[in-house]
């Protein structure tokens, strides 16, 4: 079993930056995928990254490309998402998720194929 823990979060300014880590513990595996989401009070959880853990390969949300950038450091086990420009739509508590890895990478954008999950940092960007 797969334990994953967020770190990374915090309040920052309109325009500022964050760096969101996600690190598994645990039983690991190379073929499987891992992506980012968030969540506020009242909303839907809302896709944002994803990646695969073998390959590299990335699939960012249209709200966030171009800011956001997901990537890997597997001999850390670990899932970077680096925040750029961020925006005060950009509040939310972030999480991270893992999966096997099966199919096309832009179908891994639904909560519910996702069978590991982390407790999520709250970031808040402040206007």
């Known amino acids: 079993q797969v334990q994953l823990v967020e770190s990374g979060g915090g309040l920052v300014q309109a325009g500022g930056s964050l760096r969101l880590s996600c690190a598994a513990s645990?039983?690991?595996?190379?073929?499987?995928?891992v992506g980012w989401f968030r969540r506020v009070p009242g909303k839907e959880r809302e896709f944002v990254a994803v990646i695969t853990w073998r390959g590299g390969v990335t699939y960012h949300a249209d709200p966030v490309k171009g800011r956001f950038t997901i990537s890997r450091e597997n001999a850390k086990n670990t899932v970077v998402l680096q925040m750029n420009s961020l925006k005060p739509e950009d509040t939310a508590v972030y999480s991270c998720?893992?999966?096997?890895?099966?199919?096309?990478?832009?179908?891994?954008?639904?909560?519910?194929?996702?069978?590991?999950w982390g407790q999520g940092t709250q970031v808040t960007v402040s206007s």
């Open positions: 998720a893992a999966t096997y890895y099966r199919g096309a990478l832009s179908t891994y954008n639904e909560p519910m194929k996702y069978d590991y």
């Open positions: 645990g039983r690991t595996f190379s073929n499987y995928v």
